[in-house]
């Protein structure tokens, strides 16, 4: 257990922690795509959600437990629930379908979060871990206790929550960094301090779940395990509140490529790492940065002559890692314009998908479009059409048809037909540009106020015919959202992206109406004191 055996478990949250980033959310069935994928990528625990926070959380969850709980070698799923009564048995709710079902209880320990938010004193707060801990167990035997905001916590007290939340039956503790405050020594020496003098801490697995508002979260992550902690958790791509959490991909490259100086290890299918973070930065439209570690355009790119010549020399002198490992294929050709469903439905199932006979039909209906408009089809391709499959379900606008006019002579036009909760709906408008000409047309039909706040576009593969990618973020009123669209006509993936972001905005304002009657904790409090 607790720093004794050398596999870690990796618990990925980015369907949580990760969908918590600003201007990311996903839709359900966006949600069950990455839980298929995280589960290929062979995590340990998929945190699913919050399911209290909205019925939509809470089906997303149930759904996650019952088909990708239900794989064979499941990985286990998990809820997060405040230390509510109401909380928990939502969250046992959710997962009760799956083979391995965890709930997440959390409360803060933290000065300033138990007076300031909670206003609760220590000894309610201890009160509160047993009562929800016990009552978690009697629901699930796999119970994770976090005590939030760890690293601003009196230890002493911290120790005693800890005690409480394992005497009451938790099985996994877990030392959140939740203001990206700890620096890597500080980690080393609280997680030292706890395993080594909580009674009963040896028994029970450690975790980490650092924030990386100093930069610091894998560093972090990396010296509580090497204080004893066996389990990390992570997001793909370093998703998550605010400045986001510790990369998954960095965390496991980083034992892997150091496995002599950490002696740990763990079960991730590293060749599928660079597909989740694709997979993840289409969804939730957040880019992944060039120079980004492991999973960054420029993480196998060298640039200057020495290191070029080095390379043609020997690969290890400037390659730590080989971009295969990560599942980096660099344009690996697939399929052409004659091929046919049977060709496309292999090739699907050797890059791990499995498709109904229905949802091959659409996707096939959408690879022969662009075999038409594209003369070569990489996975990367096969890739984009797959999370257009998954994404369009819940969409309250979808385009139709889209004509632009422009050029030296002639204003700018856009012709725009949307369907709009199911009804066809047709406008023509002019712009500045021709993206702008559509903008302001997609505009006047949703009735939308947002405002526009980036836009950018960049290739999926090389060549002239490449897809291109439109990424946009738009303000609404404070709520940001993010929207990604890819065609081989940047314009259509102008508008594409454009309504998805527009369509991520609205189930946003839905969800944070929902949020904000939830933020507080004063209706669980009245229900402790009548209680105990
Ligand atoms: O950062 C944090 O403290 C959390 C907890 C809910 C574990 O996300
Ligand atoms: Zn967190």
């Known amino acids: 257990m607790a720093g004794e055996n050398s596999m870690v478990k990796i618990f990925d949250t980015t369907l949580r922690d990760g969908e918590q980033s600003p201007g990311a959310s996903m839709q359900r069935e966006e949600k069950l795509q990455v839980a298929r994928q995280l589960a290929r990528l062979n995590v340990d625990v998929i945190e699913a959600g919050f399911p209290v926070a909205s019925p939509d959380d809470f089906e997303a969850v149930s759904q996650i437990a ?64 047993d009562r929800a801990v016990t009552l978690a167990r009697k629901n699930v035997r796999d119970v994770e206790f976090s005590a939030e905001d760890a690293f601003r916590s009196d230890r002493t007290f911290l120790a005693r929550a800890v005690r409480t939340a394992i005497e009451a039956g938790a099985t996994t503790i877990n030392i959140p960094d939740t203001v990206g405050y700890a620096v890597p020594d500080a980690v080393k020496d609280l997680f030292r301090f706890l395993i080594d003098t909580i009674p009963g801490a040896k028994n029970i697995v450690f975790s980490c779940h650092c924030h990386d508002d100093l930069g610091l979260s894998v560093a972090n992550s990396l010296a509580a395990l090497e204080a004893g902690a066996r389990q990390v958790e992570c997001t793909v791509n370093g998703i998550g509140e605010r400045a986001g959490n510790a990369a998954l991909e960095e965390i496991v490259m980083a034992l ?108 096939f209906s959408r690879f022969k479009k662009l075999a038409d408009q594209k003369k070569e089809l990489y996975e990367e391709d096969l890739e984009v059409l797959l999370t257009e499959e998954g994404s369009q379900s819940q969409d309250r606008f979808v ?129 402790i004191q009548e209680t105990s």
């Not at 809820?79 to 997440?104: F, G, Y």
């Not at 006047?444 to 990424?471: F, H, N, Q």
Request: aromatic residues 4%; positive net charge.
């Open 66 to 129: 019952a088909e990708v709980g239900n794989l064979s070698d499941p990985p286990v799923i998990c809820a997060l629930a405040r230390a509510t009564d109401k909380d928990i048995l939502e969250a046992a709710r959710s997962v009760k379908n799956a083979c391995l079902p965890r709930i997440h209880t959390f409360i803060a320990t933290s000065p300033v979060h138990m007076d300031k938010k909670l206003r609760m004193g220590p000894e309610e707060v201890l009160l509160t871990i």
């Open 256 to 363: 892997r490529v150091r496995k002599p100086w950490f002696n740990l290890e763990t079960r991730i299918r590293s060749e599928e790492i660079f597909r989740t973070s694709r997979l993840i930065s289409s969804v939730t439209g957040m880019i992944v940065q060039p120079n980004k570690a492991i999973v960054g355009e420029n993480a196998f790119a060298h640039e200057s002559g020495i290191h070029q010549d080095g390379l043609l020399k020997a690969k290890d002198t400037y390659e730590i890692l080989v971009p295969e490992q990560v599942g980096v294929l660099g344009g690996r050709l697939v399929l052409g314009k004659h091929s046919g469903r049977h060709a496309l439905n292999d090739r699907l199932k050797a890059m791990g998908y499995s498709l109904s006979p229905e949802e091959l039909e659409r996707v």
């Open 399 to 527: 385009l139709k048809r889209l004509h632009v006019s422009g050029g030296t002579e002639i204003p700018p036009t856009a012709t725009v037909v949307l369907e709009r909760d199911g009804v066809e709906h047709r406008m023509a408008g002019l712009g500045d540009g021709p993206v702008d000409a559509i903008y302001r047309t997609v505009s006047k039909m949703t009735g939308t106020d947002a405002r526009l706040v980036s836009y950018s576009v960049k290739a999926i593969t090389g060549g002239t015919d490449a897809l291109g990618e439109v990424t946009v973020r738009i303000d609404g009123n404070g709520l940001l959202s993010i929207g990604q669209g890819a065609d081989t006509d940047i314009l259509v993936a102008s508008a594409k992206a454009y309504l998805a972001a527009l369509n991520r905005l609205e189930r946003k304002k839905t969800k944070a109406g929902r949020l904000s009657s939830i933020s507080s904790f004063d209706s669980e409090k009245t229900e």
